[in-house]
Every structure is written in C-alpha cells, then in structure tokens.
C-alpha cells in the first residue's frame, strides 16, 4: 500500500512536497544519478517532470511486495517515448 500511494501521489499526481511522506531523510539512493537523502530525490523528480520533454508517469499496473521489498510495475512516458 505505501509504495502504491508513493506512485499515486507523489509520481503520478505530481506532488513533491509529499516525499518527506515516503522516502528517509538519510535514503541511501541507488540511482548513480541521484545523490542520497529524501531532499536530493525531490530535486531529481522535480527535474525529471519539468525536463523537456518531461517524464510522465501515467499509470501503476500493478504492485509486488514481500516483507520490505516491493515492485510497482507502472507505465510512464520519458524522452516523448
């Protein structure tokens, strides 16, 4: 449920303020892009949704979770593709 309403409300909808919600201030991120913490994480999805052309997450199709692993298999749309 907790990743789910991550990608409803935070990826999908857009708002950003709510990642402090989801993600630890001290996030060791996997992503060699992105620096870690909760706050370098809002940086990124700011910038990825105001890039041109923007990422767009449009829809999740479904979620899998076994203890503090999860999946959410979602459909978005980055670089017009």
Same mark, same amino acid.
């Given at each position: !449920?907790?990743?789910?309403?991550?990608?409803?409300?935070?990826?999908?909808?857009?708002?950003?303020?709510?990642?402090?919600?989801?993600?630890? !201030?001290?996030?060791?991120?996997?992503?060699?892009?992105?620096?870690?913490?909760s706050?370098?994480?809002?940086?990124?999805?700011?910038?990825?949704?105001?890039?041109?052309?923007?990422?767009?997450?449009?829809?999740?199709?479904?979620?899998?979770?076994?203890?503090?692993?999860?999946?959410?298999?979602?459909?978005?749309?980055?670089?017009?593709?």
């Amino acid at each position: !449920k907790i990743a789910k309403d991550f990608l409803d409300r935070v990826l999908i909808a857009k708002n950003f303020d709510l990642i402090d919600d989801f993600v630890a !201030k001290d996030l060791i991120q996997h992503d060699p892009n992105t620096a870690d913490g909760s706050e370098a994480s809002r940086t990124s999805l700011e910038a990825m949704s105001n890039g041109i052309p923007p990422t767009v997450y449009d829809r999740c199709h479904r979620v899998l979770a076994e203890g503090n692993f999860s999946l959410c298999m979602s459909e978005s749309r980055a670089d017009g593709v």
